[in-house]
């Protein structure tokens, strides 16, 4: 009798077991339509753009003027070709250089000055050459083979120059120092 209980109770389950309910039936479409909007906004948060902040447009003042500001423009003068004994030892060694110097002058009467005074028989002519012939003298071959040596002459002369050319800077200034030819055998 207990197969027929069983049985019975068996037909009673599967006439019991009724469809499932509207709700457990659309669950996994609610839980995916959650899901996917969740995504979406997660998506859109980080993607979206910083907010854009105003453009602030700050003018610019021109700068203070400098000395040079004052000045002419530049101007270059060939120094005439100087011939020097370098200071090597235990040889004779000799220096071929032609400068170029580029000034700037406060007027034009004073550049005019300066150009006609560096020219051979010059008023400073002699102590242009004298200045560079000593410097040249002390110094040996092998500083002046390298570019750093040719460079640091070059700063040498500069400071040589100024002096004897501008001796008021406020007059003018030695803005560049060229060499046109530089041999030294």
Do not use: H, W
């Not at 003042?61 to 000045?71: G, V, Y």
């Not at 400068?99 to 008023?123: M, P, S, W, Y």
């Amino acid at each position: 009798m207990a197969e027929a209980d069983k049985k019975e109770a068996a037909k009673d389950g599967a006439e019991a077991a009724a469809p499932p309910s509207k709700m457990k039936a659309l669950l996994p479409y609610m839980v995916g339509g959650v899901v996917s909007v969740g995504l979406g906004l997660t998506a859109a948060i980080v993607t979206a753009p910083a907010p854009v902040e105003p453009e602030v447009i700050v003018e610019k003042e021109e700068p203070p003027p400098t000395p040079l500001d004052t000045f002419l423009p530049p101007k270059k003068i060939a120094l005439p070709q100087l011939i020097a004994n370098l200071a090597d030892t235990g040889q004779a060694v000799s220096g071929k250089f032609v400068l170029i110097l580029e000034i700037r002058a406060k007027d034009v009467d004073t550049e005019n000055l300066v150009v006609a005074a560096c020219a051979k028989g010059g008023d400073f002519a002699a102590a242009i050459r004298d200045s560079l012939i000593t410097l040249m003298s002390g110094k040996q071959s092998t500083e002046l083979k390298t570019p750093r040596g040719k460079e640091l002459l070059k700063l040498e002369i500069l400071d040589q120059l100024k002096p004897i050319l501008f001796a008021d800077p406020a007059n003018g200034a030695i803005t560049g120092l060229f060499f046109d030819d530089f041999l030294v055998q």
